[in-house]
């Protein structure tokens, strides 16, 4: 492979990807395999985060000329079949969830630093909002999710298809659930603008 083919590789759209060879969708894969890992840590931890990500991209291959070409991004389309594969591993999740809110502080022999009280503050924010997340029904978790994922209310509804006034519904009923958590946490650290 030439410089001149890499390059022109680079510039393809993910439609044009998607449309083209096995070696073609390996590109997609190198494109947006770190967001799906991201994605998959969050909602189901490291130990089934790689399952999730080759799970995703192998049904994204088996089912790639579903992809609508008119899309710009191939992203929405890969969360939507990730979001898919987590409910699979749903179990796994919500022990992922259930472990996190059940971490302890870290960090006990520093009892007077600094560090120390920024690791238990860490620690309790995430045990708190692991424990609510693992309450929190799979619809309004999957919307959260793939909102912290960067994706427009737009492209959640593509990704779920569902409308965006549900989108948005969902969202809000979930950032309801988590406020009480947070506002009940020394200094979390959290904007309030990135819950409200």
Do not use: C
Not at 145 to 164: E, K, Q, R, W
């Amino acid at each position: 492979m030439n410089l001149h083919s890499v390059t022109s590789a680079a510039d393809r759209s993910d439609a044009d990807l998607m449309a083209g060879s096995m070696v073609d969708f390996g590109l997609i894969y190198d494109r947006h395999a770190r967001a799906i890992y991201r994605y998959g840590l969050r909602r189901v931890g490291p130990d089934v985060v790689d399952d999730v990500v080759a799970d995703t991209f192998l049904i994204a291959y088996e089912r790639r000329e579903q992809f609508d070409p008119a899309r710009m991004t191939a992203l929405p389309w890969l969360y939507g079949i990730a979001t898919n594969v987590v409910h699979r591993h749903r179990f796994a999740e919500r022990r992922h969830h259930r472990a996190m809110a059940r971490l302890p502080p870290a960090g006990h022999e520093l009892a007077f630093s600094d560090q120390l009280a920024a690791r238990v503050d860490a620690a309790l924010l995430v045990g708190a909002l692991s424990a609510e997340l693992a309450r929190m029904p799979a619809r309004q978790r999957d919307v959260l999710f793939l909102f912290a994922a960067g994706l427009s209310y737009a492209d959640i509804a593509a990704t779920l298809g569902i409308p965006i006034g549900t989108v948005m519904s969902r969202l809000h009923r979930a950032r309801a659930r988590l406020r009480p958590v947070l506002a009940a946490l020394p200094s979390s650290g959290v904007d309030d603008h990135e819950i409200h």
